[in-house]
């Protein structure tokens, strides 16, 4: 009896031990804890990568990344207090974008605001080089990577990419006729693509001739030559002389031809030649012919 009396006891002390265990609030679940630090990032348009700051007492999940904003090693949940690295790629576009990264434990969820600049690509418009050739150089003002893409042949230009402001050469030879060379070098920077004028001023125009043709009185044919960079034309010559080419361009050799000469006078004239605003002459004589006794 006494043992049995002392068994219930026992039993009724446990139970009241256990109810009171279930009673005490010191066992209820904490309350969830979630922060971020900083709560926003800025980025270049050039992209890079930045981190924050997860102080969390309990297991969390990541969202809200995009094509061009990703989180380092694709870490997207974890548990406790973590550093996270964001990874943005470069801003190919003229406009800013953003993005909201997520971060949630339980029924708490804190943000990360993402801003990328977008990006900026300025150049002069024109470049003028001499004709006698030389080296010219291009200002560039940019935010993120760029690189030319096309230029003329007759150009050199280097360096043909790179990132942030700089600057490119743009080098000549000389340009030996009296054309101006012109045409257009391309730079782009992401999806902006900005053209820049290339000119080279043209040669001042020259022209020689041959100083003299001398024909005996008998005739013939004799050359004249002309050398010159540009555009010529015979504005002018003597009646007795036969000139079958009166124009041309560049260098040339050109046929003067006379009869024969049957007076004992002898024949002088001028031949004159034009190219553009120069002018030159070539005086040209046929001895007369030989008294008859």
């Known amino acids: 009896m006494k043992t049995t009396i002392l068994s219930l006891a026992f039993?009724?002390?446990?139970?009241f031990a256990a109810t009171g265990c279930s009673d005490n609030g010191d066992?209820?679940?904490s309350a969830t804890e979630l922060s971020l630090t900083p709560k926003t990032l800025s980025f270049e348009a050039a992209g890079g990568s930045q981190s924050f700051a997860i102080t969390c007492?309990?297991?969390w999940t990541i969202s809200g990344t995009t094509d061009w904003c990703t989180i380092e090693g694709n870490k997207m949940s974890g548990t406790g207090n973590q550093f996270i690295t964001v990874e943005v790629a470069t801003n190919p576009g003229a406009n800013i974008r953003d993005a909201t990264i997520k971060v949630t434990s339980g029924a708490v969820t804190q943000t990360v605001g993402i801003t990328q600049e977008a990006a900026e690509l300025n150049v002069q418009e024109r470049i003028d080089l001499p004709a006698e050739g030389g080296t010219g150089i291009v200002n560039i003002e940019c935010n993120t990577s760029w690189e030319i893409t096309d230029y003329p042949e007759w150009c050199t230009v280097t360096p043909l990419s790179g990132t942030g402001d700089g600057m490119f050469e743009v080098t000549v030879a000389e340009n030996l006729s009296v054309d101006p060379l012109?045409?257009?070098i391309t730079i782009t920077a992401g999806n902006i693509t900005q053209y820049i004028e290339?000119?080279?001023a043209g040669a001042l125009p020259e022209l020689t001739v041959s100083e003299t043709?001398?024909?005996t009185a008998e005739g013939g044919t004799q050359n004249l030559e002309i050398t010159t960079n540009t555009d010529w034309e015979?504005?002018?010559y003597p009646s007795w002389c036969t000139i079958t080419t009166l124009s041309g361009t560049g260098d040339a050799s050109v046929e003067v031809t006379v009869a024969e000469n049957t007076s004992e006078s002898p024949q002088t004239g001028t031949i004159t030649i034009t190219a553009g605003e120069l002018s030159e002459t070539t005086d040209v004589d046929q001895a007369g012919a030989t008294p008859v006794d």
């Open 57 to 59: 007492n309990g297991s």
């Open 11 to 15: 039993i009724a002390t446990a139970l």
């Open 213 to 215: 043709i001398s024909f």
């Open 198 to 200: 290339v000119v080279q």
């Open 182 to 184: 012109s045409d257009t």
């Open 27 to 29: 066992d209820k679940p």
């Open 234 to 236: 015979i504005t002018d």
